[in-house]
């Protein structure tokens, strides 16, 4: 296991660092020479634009339509967003783009030659249809995806201010964010959160999931273009962790040219924040992004003043070689170092230290009417609990250190056959976790292998979608989640979608192979070996409705069944007298609901509005699951007016309905412990350009200091004043 993590973390890191290395870039261009082909693509993810026209209007024709005959007839890109420029097309004149769910872009004939054809376009913000990379094998137009799915967009990541995912997060109507013990944030979509919800970064997993160490407080938002949540199970795609929902934290791809982006935030509660984005190149982009910042507060944790802290740093690095037109290479590196100090009590504090590396690498070519990929990843990550007195743990106490680590290769192709988009692609990883206190014989391993297929079959107006997945896993077993979808558009207007899944999340090693002994305590509790995984079936139907060129509104009722929980439960006592628990399939469980939205633009200003409605429980006595606010909703405004552009203002209201706290004894029985009370928010943000490249951004959040009881962490009004830098040396 060891030889093949070193081989897949070199492979993974070491041909992006070749390519940089090498220093190539576009060639030289010699005047402007029309190509016969080009393609169209999606300016924030890369991915072709299918059905996109591309027009050519001649020298005096602006504004006009199109001329007759061939010079002006537009041509349409393919599936892949590729097109042949026709021969009849000449110097001058302007190259009209335009794409369903985009915004028409027009550009001069010599821009487009410049750009070697490679013409971008950006996404119109109340789009019915976009391009999504989460949901599928590879990227798909939201007109063909069955399952709601909701995409957080750079500006609305940089108006919410927040440090990390769970905040960003925390805001939406349809999730909520729950502390770990004894500290973390851990993720609930639709009442299904914990282990249940698969955290990604740039479609790979985030590091300490294999050991239970997740955290999205530690997961910064540094370099992030856009975050893509998926509402409900993605098991046919994703395998396991799956079940309850997936969330993609997306890193911004490497424009071309050089950049340099910086910024610097303190806000209260001792919050202090940097970081720094270089970026650039020709046909070898690159993109390297550094933060750090720090925190008197650990997620999870009630304390003030300097009882509690917590400091981050990472750095995430991104590079896209155009071998050729048709052959692209990319890759991608991330690296996480933590300190977390809080009081544990006797005026000893606990320490946590997390370290995590991982990397990837991937190539993307076409051969003929299909895509061939394949992709390398590999993760090592160390989590160390300690406790000590003063501000710093004893030095040198590693062995109880626990690690994860995980090598997982990916091959697949993707083809147009008539009305049918096919994917098929196979997946095999080999992982291994330490964990000398929690574990037999410390440590364990597994090898696992999967298969993937997925289908979007057009009937006329209609596509009915379809997938499925088989992983065997050496320690566990086997599985097979199918999923099933229609979408279908009812007019100009409206849209309709239907989707029916099955998704899995398997025992983790630890629930396994536990053997932990607490003799103070007197109990022990040990793994079992006949877990079975834990299953649901989901059904949703939803419709997106655009009643003016202003307006969108999504509704969406689903319900999900989980079957075969997974708790700690109480099993007798062993010989010595300790008493002994167990992790067991104990119960069912049940979430369902319906959300609505609404979304409009109003002259120099955005306005949305979003509600959701959760009724969740657990076994045959409907006892009512843990924190799960029945009612949610947020409203969110933007003002950008015209008179001084860059000005934008932006308003936010949030609010959580009061939610029942439920105590899970170690028998599996639940107790009610509390009521965690309402919870209404508003925030606000400004941000102001000042000279040249410098803008200035100034938040409140909690701005009425709203403080409800019952919440886990710290509640209160807190200030921010931020500087950046953008696009400076730029050429």
């Known amino acids: 296991m060891k030889r093949a993590f070193r081989a897949g973390l070199l492979a993974a890191l070491g041909l992006p660092a070749a390519l940089a290395a090498a220093g190539l870039e576009a060639p030289a261009r010699e005047g402007l020479q029309a190509v016969s082909a080009g393609r169209v693509r999606d300016e924030a993810s890369g991915a072709g634009v299918g059905g996109a026209s591309v027009a050519w209007r001649p020298p005096g024709s602006s504004g006009a339509p199109p001329a007759a005959g061939p010079v002006g007839e537009p041509v349409f890109t393919d599936s892949r967003g590729a097109f042949e420029v026709p021969d009849s097309w000449g110097p001058g004149g302007t190259v009209e783009v335009a794409g369903l769910g985009y915004a028409t872009r027009a550009l001069g004939w010599e821009e487009a030659v410049a750009a070697g054809w490679r013409l971008e376009l950006g996404r119109d913000p109340l789009a019915l249809d976009e391009i999504l990379v989460t949901v599928g094998a590879r990227a798909l137009r939201r007109s063909e995806i069955a399952i709601p799915v909701e995409s957080i967009e750079a500006t609305e990541i940089a108006a919410a201010g927040a440090a990390s995912v769970d905040r960003l997060l925390g805001e939406l109507p349809a999730v909520q964010i729950i502390g770990n013990a004894p500290t973390g944030a851990n993720l609930v979509i639709r009442g299904i959160g914990g282990a249940r919800v698969l955290v990604l970064l740039d479609g790979q997993p985030v590091t300490g999931t294999l050991i239970e160490n997740r955290d999205l407080s530690r997961m910064s938002l540094a370099g992030s273009d856009r975050v893509e949540i998926v509402k409900g199970p993605l098991s046919s795609l994703y395998g396991s962790d799956a079940l309850g929902g997936v969330v993609n934290v997306i890193t911004r791809l490497p424009p071309p040219g050089f950049r340099l982006d910086a910024r610097a935030l303190s806000g209260g509660r001792g919050r202090q924040e940097a970081e720094a984005t270089a970026s650039g190149g020709g046909r070898l982009r690159y993109g390297v992004t550094g933060g750090w910042r720090q925190e008197d507060q650990v997620p999870g944790v009630v304390s003030g003043g300097q009882d509690a802290f917590a400091r981050v740093w990472d750095l995430r690095s991104r590079l896209r070689f155009a071998v050729t037109d048709d052959w692209e290479v990319r890759g991608g590196l991330t690296y996480l170092r933590e300190r977390q100090r809080w009081p544990v009590g006797g005026g000893f504090s ?55 680590r995980l090598v997982k290769a990916t091959a697949g192709y993707a083809t147009t056959r008539g009305d049918h988009d096919f994917d098929v692609g196979i997946e095999v990883a080999a992982r291994q976790i330490r964990s000398p206190d929690k574990l037999v014989e410390d440590r364990a391993s597994d090898d696992q292998a999967a298969l993937f297929a997925q289908d979007a079959w057009r009937l006329g107006a209609a596509v009915v979608t379809g997938g499925m997945r088989y992983t065997r896993n050496s320690r566990w077993g ?254």
């Open 478 to 731: 086997s599985n097979l989640s199918p999923s099933l979808g229609l979408t279908r558009p009812l007019g100009e207007r409206l849209h309709f979608r239907a989707a029916v899944a099955r998704g899995f999340r398997a025992p983790s090693f630890k629930e396994l192979g536990w053997r932990h002994v607490n003799l103070g305590a007197g109990y022990l509790v040990e793994g079992h070996s006949d877990l079975q995984a834990e299953r649901s079936w989901s059904v949703s139907a939803g419709a997106e409705w655009r009643p003016t060129e202003n307006v969108v509104v999504d509704a969406e009722v689903y319900s999900n069944r989980i079957e075969d929980l997974v708790e700690l439960g109480f099993v007798g006592n062993a010989p010595s007298g300790l008493v002994v628990y167990s992790p067991r399939n104990l119960t069912d469980a049940v979430t369902q609901g319906f959300e609505m939205s609404l979304r409009t633009l109003l002259g120099e200003g955005e306005f949305s509005v979003g509600y959701a409605y959760l009724d969740a429980y657990a076994g045959a006595a409907r006892e009512p699951l843990d924190r799960r606010a029945r009612h949610a909703g947020r409203a969110r405004a933007t003002w950008t007016p015209e008179v001084l552009p860059g000005l934008r203002l932006d308003g936010t209201l949030h609010f959580t309905g009061s939610a029942p706290i439920v105590l899970t004894l170690p028998d599996g029985v639940t107790v009610p412990a509390g009521t965690q009370e309402r919870f209404t928010a508003v925030d606000l943000q400004v941000a102001l350009p000042v000279a040249g490249n410098v803008e200035l951004l100034a938040g409140v959040d909690n701005l009425f200091d709203a403080r409800p009881g019952g919440w886990q962490g710290i509640i209160e009004r807190r200030f921010r004043l931020s500087v950046g830098l953008r696009d400076l040396f730029a050429r």
């Open 350 to 404: 606990g320490f946590n230290d997390n370290t995590g590396l991982s990397g990837w690498v991937e190539t993307r070519r076409s051969t003929g009417p299909g895509e061939w990929s394949a992709r390398l990843f590999a993760e090592d990550y160390e989590h160390l609990f300690r406790s000590a007195r003063g501000d710093a743990p004893f030095a040198g106490d590693r062995e109880n250190a626990q690690r994860e």
